[in-house]
């Protein structure tokens, strides 16, 4: 068989036990979820000894730190995604809720049903533990799901895929509801990307490059996940003491997040009492901050910004800075510049303030506290597959209730339609 | 200017005045509508001689008179336009509404506000009244329009068009939230695809052809309407006078419209005392019916089906019939041929029309009532920009609700994330 006719099986396969998963009942499907934690803890040994290949070949393969890190499992990382699953069994299930019902003049009653969308596809990068974070809430949202892994997780992620089956099994449910591409072969994501008569959404979970080439080339149905240039606002009228804390919590807490700040913009008439301050507690922790012009003149020793350096995400300990003359360029840089996912004023003043809410167009519009928040768990929505910074369907975090649909079911006894 | 220039130019211009309109009140909204509407009854005679001229290029080029009637303004499709802008007005405005706000342990307050979409593209075929419905829903909704209209009734679009903007401009709002695409070259679709930097969302309005166009090209999200493959199901324990006036009603009383029935499902063990009934009354009103070998048994009469007939929306006085073994083969046969877009079921077993409801994946899913229903007005949200067949962000009718999205925020007193 060509890879495509095997892409073409396993997403036949997905598309009939999606069938089978809409249908299963809550406890059937927390069943499955907490069979598969238990399962997850007691294979961890052996999930540990597969991962160290990955591992190995990923050093050979002269992997970043960084990126080894990600990849790496440990009995912690096994036990958080265990917990995580027990987690979203403990969910609410969004399936069959019916909001809504009303009746028409002609006696038809008509409600709105929560139904799963069906078969989803997930392309994520060398994070095993997205493999079993994704699995469980596309089964608790009762969606088949079909995974591609990034390649240096590969073996990682078979041996996850196979425990999740066999969770799955023991539940009595269709073990195709979840299945890894079993290839590295790069040609596998283009014809994902064909099979819209199987899969009703692609989730990309990556990096820049990974989110335009799906965004560019599915004709499934996408949501745009991820990159963050985001941007924290200090206003003239702005609380120092709260915005010392919330600038630095939004670059320097986790800079490889896309909810982290990129760059700091300051109103001219308070850049001079603010600036020079900021700069030290950044300089303490060693992050680099790259400035305009004004910025330079105020703390020389600061490098100078690139048009680049305010369009980047750097996902590092890097910050861009640049003095604004008022609210109004700053709502323009952020407008040019960011990428519509989490933006922050700093502000008392009351009128500025929900005028921010209001001029910026973006997934979370924060006043006085750090971007950092932007996350399904911290908004108390539970475990999340991404953050939405598209405009269609989902926004934001994407929970649950995000990989589910609606459909009208309607009631009559007999009506016509005059 | 090349046309893709011009095309930018007209995005950019949309895109800005987006943000204007996003913040405009409900007030001044709904002046423009019914200033819009009072322009285009004070402008009757004038936008009837231009409609004419496109009536006599159609006719030239050899439209068919279905086609012809579609172009077709008269007085009362204008007076009706201009009603529909007034409904519009009358709408409540969802803009701005948050309906839920929510307090975290950590102090944050966070709410989900809906904001526009921004940017809307619509393609539609040769009826000029969906220029006006569509830039009404659109401006209600706080959303600029690119409109690309047919090229039969390219005249008729650009005098509306017109019509549209001086109420704009005399509302105090910018023209540029509503623009025609004032060119018939077939190459703006395509580039339109890709202007993905400017357009929100694509909404094709049309035939099957159009929207596969639209959902296999655009770059641009893209919302599926339309196509409408629909069945009546009458399952063993039918009531057949509630059956014979709901098949009848289904098929004939708008064939060219899409919520309108394709084909009959008829139980085997009653298909005897049935379907003659049936096949009488549709042959009484000059309907086609095309039948599986079973039904030509009972009424050898009626034509054959083919396999393509099972799949075709016939958009005519023509229905396809097919008895089915139970309940579980006219499942499977709407899983198969069906488009998800309305489905019905004609039974008095509670349990039937239960598990119908919960085993057919559509847009709408009737119990004992006509598959026409599916309609914005008719189900109670108002005027409708056309019917999502898709899962993702809308389905069904799309009233003025679905042509918005929303965005969290969040007001916080100095929190940071630990």
Known sequence: MSLRENLIVQAKAAQISSRQLAKAGTKEKNKALNLIADKLLARKNEILEINEKD??????????????????????RIESMAL???????????????????????????????????????????????????????????????????????????????????GLKAAGLAQEAVQLIETTDRKAVDILFTLNDYLDVLIPR??????????????????????????????????????????????YSRPAVCNSAETLLIDQEIAADFLPEMARIFAESEVELRGCKKTRELVPKIKEATEADYEKEFLDYIMAVKIVDNYEE????????????????????????????DDIDAAAVYINASTRFTDGSEFGLGAETGISTQKLHARGPMGLKELTTTKYIIMGNGQIRE
Request: glycine share 10%.
């Open 55 to 76: 591992m190995i070949k990923g050093q050979n393969n002269g992997l970043t730190k960084a990126l080894l890190d990600r990849l790496k499992l440990t009995e912690a």
């Open 84 to 166: 995580g699953l027990r987690e979203v069994a403990a969910q609410e299930d969004p399936i069959g809720e019916i909001p809504q019902m009303w009746k028409r003049p002609n006696g038809l009653q008509i409600g709105k049903k929560r139904v799963p969308l069906g078969v989803i596809g997930i392309i994520y990068e060398a994070r095993p533990n997205v493999t079993v974070d994704v699995a469980g809430l596309c089964l608790k949202s009762g969606n088949s799901v079909i995974l591609r892994g990034g390649s240096n997780a590969f073996n990682s992620n078979k041996i996850l895929t196979k425990i999740i089956q066999s």
């Open 206 to 251: 990556g990096g820049a490059g990974l989110i335009q080439k799906v965004v560019n080339e599915s004709k499934v149905p996408v949501i745009e996940t991820g990159v963050g240039n985001c941007h924290v606002y200090v206003n003239k009228e702005a609380d120092f003491t709260k915005a010392k804390k919330i600038v630095f919590n939004a670059k």
């Open 330 to 357: 700053a709502v323009e840089h952020i407008y040019s510049y960011g990428t519509k996912h989490s933006e922050a004023i700093i502000t008392e003043n009351y009128t500025t303030a929900l005028s921010f809410l």
